[in-house]
């Protein structure tokens, strides 16, 4: 304990872990002086079902007595009136504000056992250890609707009871910063990586719909698995070795493209070494210098763009540069470049097909430019890998199918021509080159037994 001058009074006995949830309540001073009947409005800084703490101008003093009334989101919201005794004061910098904490002291039982299943349902730490144990790869919080999880790429329900919309904002201002706040504030929508303990890590991704704010938590898993683990094909091998050129990952949203992405960076980390220069937003794998060193660079902290990343690292030594999504003009322009100059680029794309992934290139470029565009794309590409991952048949897992088209003379040709519609015929009879169709790898795993009936006739195109 330190005097009034000091930066922190403590008198506390914390019996309860405190939530950091920004709930609106009243207060009013009731003793030891005379109570001025003033009622005050403030909002916690966290909260559990023993106090609260909040910050304030002024201090309130050691076991100054007070009336307080809660506001707690659910569904119906409710008031709850208690009394507490002021038990630390803390001082707030850079703000020199004053941290001051309450503990409960008029309250029944049934009253702190309804605060506190309020407060976990808006625990974010809670909802992620049960989504890890159902080994769910996302976990979804969206209003009027029950956590909802994804497992083996099927969605359910984490529990019955449907998040309000004031829960849902509690639970995600509760995970970001005041700048977040800003940014979110002006673009409705913010991508980050969220780390509750050391061995587990979130790609969030924070939306507003319909006026509210909702998220989605992807699970980022823990270990970089190798190219068999994943079930990617040999080929991930030969392209890891490449000196130069264009290679682009493409597949759905889901897909496991920035997985893929992450063990060939791996790959090429533990084998060949260089320079790996990695732009990502955001940063979900942490990567260690083994033979190489990993240069890992987030889009809208350490550069304001893919393309203003692009241009630099052309000046950083790079020997491989990875992009984490093709998304622009710009940084389609900067990869050619890039290739261009004799760097080996590795890029992901949305798409569902090797003909859609040309289109989605070329129409970012304007008509008086496809030509142009067409040759430098045949002299620049090497490879299209295209991913789709299927429930496996046992229910929990799933297996990755995909469709490999390496540009040979062939392919380059047709790139050339710009007459993407003659791409499956040369891939399906170009298995001397390691390519093959979507369909085969989905055949392959039906005829394995892998994938259900069911599942073969969905994806299937035969």
């Known amino acids: ?50 106090g609260i703490f909040f910050e304030n101008v002024e201090q309130i003093p050691l076991d100054t007595r007070l009336k307080i009334i809660l506001e707690m989101p659910g569904s119906p919201k409710k008031s709850f009136e208690t009394e507490g005794n002021v038990m630390r004061i803390e001082r707030l910098l850079p703000s020199a504000h004053f941290g001051i904490g309450i503990n409960f002291i008029k309250i029944s039982d049934e009253e702190k056992e309804e605060i506190k299943n309020r407060i976990e349902r808006m625990n974010v730490f809670t909802l992620l250890e049960k989504a890890n144990k159902e080994k769910a790869s996302d976990l979804h919080l969206t209003v009027n609707s029950p956590p909802m999880i994804r497992c083996y790429g099927e969605l359910r329900p ?23 706040r800003k940014i979110f504030a002006v673009s409705k929508d913010l991508d980050f990586v969220f780390s509750p303990v050391l061995h587990l890590r979130y790609r969030v991704n924070i939306y507003q719909q319909q006026g509210n704010t909702e998220v989605v938590f992807r699970n980022i898993m823990p270990v970089i698995k190798n190219r068999k683990e994943l079930g990617l094909p040999d080929i991930i091998d030969d392209l890891c070795q490449l000196k130069e050129g264009l290679i682009i990952i493409g597949g759905a949203t889901g897909s496991g493209k920035t997985t893929t992405i992450t063990t060939m960076i791996d790959t090429i980390n533990k084998t060949r070494g260089g320079v790996i220069l990695s732009l990502e937003s955001p940063i979900e794998y942490l990567h260690k210098n083994i033979k190489g060193i990993v240069k890992q660079r987030e889009v809208g902290v350490d550069v304001p763009s893919f393309a203003s990343g692009l241009k630099a690292s052309l000046r950083q030594d790079a020997d491989v540069i990875v992009v ?21 680029v590795i890029s992901s794309l949305h798409c569902t097909d090797t003909i859609q992934a040309f289109n989605r290139i070329v129409t970012l470029f304007p008509l008086e430019q496809r030509e142009f565009i067409y040759g430098r794309l045949s002299h620049s590409l090497k490879a299209v890998i295209i991913q789709r991952l299927l429930p496996h048949k046992n229910g929990n897992e799933r297996v990755m199918a995909t469709e490999v088209c390496m540009v040979n003379a062939a392919v380059a040709r047709i790139i050339h021509s710009g007459n993407f519609t003659q791409l499956p015929s040369v891939i399906q009879t170009g298995a001397q080159y390691k390519m093959h169709t979507m369909q085969t790898s989905i055949n392959r795993f039906f005829e394995q037994n892998l994938i259900s009936a069911e599942t073969y006739e969905l994806h299937s195109k035969e």
């Open 1 to 50: 304990m330190e005097g009034d001058k000091g930066y922190l009074i403590k008198k506390e006995y914390r019996l309860t872990a405190r939530i950091p949830l920004n709930i609106p309540f009243q207060y009013e001073i009731l003793g030891p002086a005379k109570p001025s009947g003033i009622k005050y409005k403030s909002v916690t800084k966290n909260i559990s079902s023993s």
């Open 158 to 180: 984490l529990d019955n009871e449907a998040l309000s919309a004031d829960e849902v904002r509690q639970i995600v201002y509760s995970i970001i910063t005041e700048e977040q």
């Open 324 to 344: 984490g999504e093709v998304i622009d003009y710009a940084t389609v322009e900067t990869v050619l470049q890039a290739t261009e100059t004799g760097y080996l």
